[in-house]
């Protein structure tokens, strides 16, 4: 009997440990899920509804678009030809743009750090409001916009805040040197920052062009989101 009890004490341990251990492991490297798609990859598998996103997927859309939420309610809508990937850290998720474009709408009560990254800037909404904007990135060119709340662009020791119904735009500079690598060099923005700082303007013309990028990602997203039937409030401000 004194044996027989004792090995059930050791099975009754194992089992407690092997519980208290999984949801770590699986929550560290869970960002979030796909709620809605068309013509997306995420890593070699279709996007589909409800699948899930993990710390280092990437995320390809071709001529569709792909709507993702990640954190404790922060969402994302990729627009055609977009390639993203995710990264989950130890005090939030970074989601890395390669070119694309996102439209970001974050709520007041995310308490994790969500931002997004490109080549050497990154993004980042500001805590306790809600907020929306779009992240362009086409050719050499970064273009930002807020369109509720406040964004802050931050890169190479400098950091400016994006107001509501504001925009910037950065251009990449070419290395100083010949870059010996086998993949395609990432571009620098930092020597805007540095000398240019974050100039804010009104180019209606760019201005278009970024509504006219977005335009289709936006509607999917309130779309898809209305589908839950969610009350009204809980909603962005552009979907009610």
Known sequence: MGSRHGMRLVIVILLSCSISVVPVSGGSIIVGSAISGSNARVGQQNLRP???ILNGDSLRVSDGNALVGVGNGSRMTFGQNTIASFQRESNGITTVLDHGTVDFFHPATETSRVRLQIADVFVVPAS???????IAMTGDTLVVMTTQGSLRVEGGGVSREIAQGKMITQHSQAAAAPQISA?????AFVHDL????LAIIGAVGLGLLINHLI??????ECEALKQFNPPSSVLPANCR
């Open 128 to 134: 306790g409001f809600e907020t929306t904007g779009q």
């Open 194 to 197: 540095k000398i240019a700082g």
């Open 183 to 187: 993949t395609t060099a990432r571009p």
């Open 215 to 220: 335009n289709t990602n936006a509607q999917t």
């Open 50 to 52: 409800g699948g899930t």
